[in-house]
């Protein structure tokens, strides 16, 4: 556009300077030539009506004022014309120079002459009058006339060849002109069409702006094609675009990481206040636990003695489970334990119910219990949990199954019953309290598992099925760790 612009205002001021020019050195010599040419004629024209008023005068009986009248009038005129006359030497050449002077000459004892006839006529001295006429004025205005005659053809002769080179350099500097002239139009319609170009692209622009302020970073691209400033500038524009796009992308993902950490700070100290609570259940249930050992063996020895071997079998389990339970349970764990304080549970619950309840170990062979670590307290509550709500109001025996295996490098355990099962509104319910565990109420233990498995890490999953009349099935999956990797990550 600056290249256009610039050949539109080189064009114009070309244009007014051959227009300049053309008023300098064309226009005007033919007008000083034409307008010398003029003068020359109007001086001829007013001394010849000068001489035809004296010839056509009645000396006799004509009416000498309006005579008067008109010689002073005409010879008036005919003094201004001849004072417009071109007298330059440079100008007019030799041969005019000296025509001019003879007119110059000749006029001046016309003119003496007039004046003393238009002095006698004032007077009333009509013949005076008519001899200056005769003697005088009818020669000096035939000289006057035929010099003025001779410098006219003069002037035309030599301004005819100045014409001829006049009109050729008026021609051609008019084809010079009408060149600038096409130059100038193409040169302005670019101009033009490039500012609306640019006018469009500041639309574009405009618009595009529009959008980004609203939040809309999608919008197509502007057109940057172009290998001007324009193009540069759409350039720089979509890239602005963009990285603005980027960072808000990147504030969005921020902000939904922020609140995702949030959401999961929260969690954590849901499930962290409930282990809290669970520790301080289980302190409570820490009172003098030397006085409740002691009360124990002295039942145990008690029993002993009395040979009841059966008691003293549920007291060992007992003591068994309640020395476990009150162990700490921040640290993992073999498996082997968590089985055999299962087993322990189990003969108590079968000591008091016979054959109405049996469980059953499912375990893979690729599992070793002895080296495979676990966190403390996993399966009991679970097993208890199916015992006490899954078995204990079904009238027929039961039996719960417990599947361990190793499935693609995590631990599965499978807990699961043929008792009387829960309905579908009372396992959402459930479901949604391993979510946002409550404070009271039943089931602690299961929702202190689900807490502990989240906070171990986020691979765990713990998932709860049942259906009512049929029985319960409770699926949980930790990382398999053994004592082996446990070295290897303290090395």
């Given amino acids: 556009m600056a290249l256009f612009l610039g050949v539109f205002v080189f064009t114009i001021i070309f244009q007014l300077s051959l227009t300049n020019f053309q008023s300098q050195y064309v226009m005007n010599p033919i007008s000083e030539r034409t307008g010398n040419i003029q003068s020359i004629s109007q001086f001829i024209h007013y001394v010849s009506k000068s001489m035809d008023e004296l010839n056509n005068f009645r000396w006799e009986y004509g009416d000498s004022i309006v005579l008067i009248t008109n010689l002073n009038s005409y010879h008036l005129q005919a003094l201004n014309y001849l004072k417009q006359i071109n007298s330059e030497l440079k100008q007019i050449g030799k041969e005019q120079y000296l025509l001019y002077n003879a007119i110059a000459n000749t006029s001046k004892v016309f003119s003496t002459s007039l004046n003393n006839l238009i002095d006698n006529l004032e007077l009333g001295n009509i013949k005076e009058a008519s001899a200056i006429f005769y003697n005088e004025i009818s020669l000096y205005g035939e000289y006057l006339l035929k010099y003025s005659q001779e410098l ?37 319609f670019l101009v033009i069409t490039s500012i609306i170009r640019l006018l469009k692209f500041i639309q574009m622009m405009s618009l595009a702006s529009q959008e980004i302020s609203k939040g809309n970073f999608t919008g197509a691209d502007i057109e940057d094609s172009r290998n001007d400033e324009i193009g540069y500038m759409a350039k720089a524009f979509n890239e602005m675009k963009h990285s603005m796009n980027d960072k808000v992308i990147l504030l969005e993902e921020k902000n939904a990481m922020e609140k995702e950490l949030f959401v999961k700070e929260n969690e954590a ?72 304080i299962v087993n322990e549970f189990y003969a108590l619950y079968k000591a008091r119910f016979a054959d109405k309840m049996k469980l059953v170990w499912n375990i893979s062979s690729q599992l070793d219990l002895t080296e495979t670590l676990v966190p403390s307290f996993l399966l009991q509550p679970l097993v208890e949990n199916a015992f006490k709500h899954g078995l204990g109001p079904k009238e027929a025996n039961g039996t719960i199954t417990v599947r361990l295996s190793i499935e693609e490098e995590m631990l599965k355990a499978v807990i699961e019953d043929d008792g009387v099962g829960m309905s579908e509104e009372r396992l959402e319910n459930l479901r949604l309290n391993l979510v946002n565990p409550p404070t009271t109420g039943t089931h602690i233990g299961l929702y202190n598992i689900a807490a502990r498995l989240k906070l171990r890490d986020k691979r765990c999953t713990f998932d709860i099925e049942s259906k009512q009349g049929i029985g319960t099935k409770i699926s949980l999956t930790l990382p398999y760790v053994t004592t082996i990797d446990t070295l290897e990550e303290e090395e």
């Fill in 152 to 188: 006219l053809q003069q002037a035309i002769l030599d301004n005819q060849a100045t014409y001829v080179d006049l009109i050729e350099l008026n021609n051609n500097l008019k084809s010079v002109q009408a060149i600038t002239f096409t130059l100038c139009v193409i040169s302005g």
């Fill in 269 to 340: 100290l849901g499930l962290q206040n409930l282990l809290e609570r669970e520790k301080l259940q289980q302190l409570r249930s820490q009172i003098n636990p030397h006085f409740l050992f002691n009360t124990l063996n002295v039942i145990k020895l008690t029993s002993h003695e009395e040979q009841a071997i059966k008691t003293e079998e549920l007291l060992t389990s007992l003591s068994k489970l309640y020395r476990y339970i009150l162990a700490s349970n921040d640290k993992d764990v073999y498996l082997s334990r968590e089985v055999q």
